[in-house]
T-cell receptor, first 113, second 114 residues
Framework: DVKVTQSSRYLVKRTGEKVFLECVQD?????MFWYRQDPGLGLRLIYF???????EKGDIPEGYSVSREKKERFSLILESASTNQTSMYLC????????????FGPGTRLTVL | DQQVKQNSPSLSVQEGRISILNCDYT??????FLWYKKYPAEGPTFLIS?????DKNEDGRFTVFLNKSAKHLSLHIVPSQPGDSAVYFC?????????????FGKGTKLSVKP
């Protein structure tokens, strides 16, 4: 079974802190994605990556950056957390060329105080 | 501009009856559609998909219908069970575009009452 894991299920941070959200997949997938989910807004794509050291902006990249140093790991970074970044963050992966479903991690519920 | 729309934020159905969740899209380049199910505090899980060359795909209690001319798809759950209570997301993708890049709707919260 494909497994996508996220480093934390729940996280509480203070405004201005630097926050790292880690995602690891074990199926050698090339493509990885970071979304945030907010009530009434669905899933919105923040960043995605097609390969190591490659990254592309999604629909809402402002306030975020990413890092993909290894194929299995995709990190989302909040350089200076703000209260409007309180959200559920979801990581997903898919094999390149696959016209199929993405596999999601369990999510990280981030609260910024 | 929202390319994938789920106009009903919530739906309540009696156990044993049919649940119909609807989704509309605007981009005619979409050629693959998926439904995901999400429980609170969990990641979405894939439910069922359909290619644009088909108009129906069935998997057990779940059937997805695609009407390309109307740019509309629907998910039917028969019979509905209390365990089906979750948020359902419709998603679409374009082959030849960003591989695996999905556009999601805002979701419909389904409540199945015993």
């Amino acid at each position: 079974d494909v497994k996508v894991t996220q480093s934390s299920r729940y996280l509480v941070k203070r405004t201005g802190e630097k926050v790292f959200l880690e995602c690891v997949q074990d199926m050698d997938h090339e493509n990885m994605f970071w979304y945030r989910q907010d009530p009434g807004l669905g899933l919105r794509l923040i960043y995605f990556s097609y390969d190591v050291k490659m990254k592309e902006k999604g629909d809402i990249p402002e306030g975020y950056s990413v890092s993909r140093e290894k194929k299995e790991r995709f990190s989302l970074i909040l350089e200076s957390a703000s209260t409007n970044q309180t959200s559920m963050y979801l990581c997903a992966s898919i094999s390149s060329g696959s016209h199929n479903e993405q596999f999601f991690g369990p999510g990280t519920r981030l609260t910024v105080l | 501009d929202q390319q994938v729309k789920q106009n009903s934020p919530s739906l309540s159905v009696q156990e044993g009856r049919i649940s119909i969740l609807n989704c509309d899209y605007t981009n005619s380049m979409f050629d693959y559609f998926l439904w995901y199910k999400k429980y609170p505090a969990e990641g979405p899980t894939f439910l069922i998909s359909i290619s644009s060359i088909k108009d129906k795909n069935e998997d057990g209690r779940f059937t997805v219908f695609l009407n390309k001319s109307a740019k509309h798809l629907s998910l039917h759950i028969v019979p509905s069970q209390p365990g089906d209570s979750a948020v359902y997301f419709c998603a679409a993708s374009k082959y030849g575009g960003s591989q695996g890049n999905l556009i999601f709707g805002k979701g419909t919260k389904l409540s199945v009452k015993p």
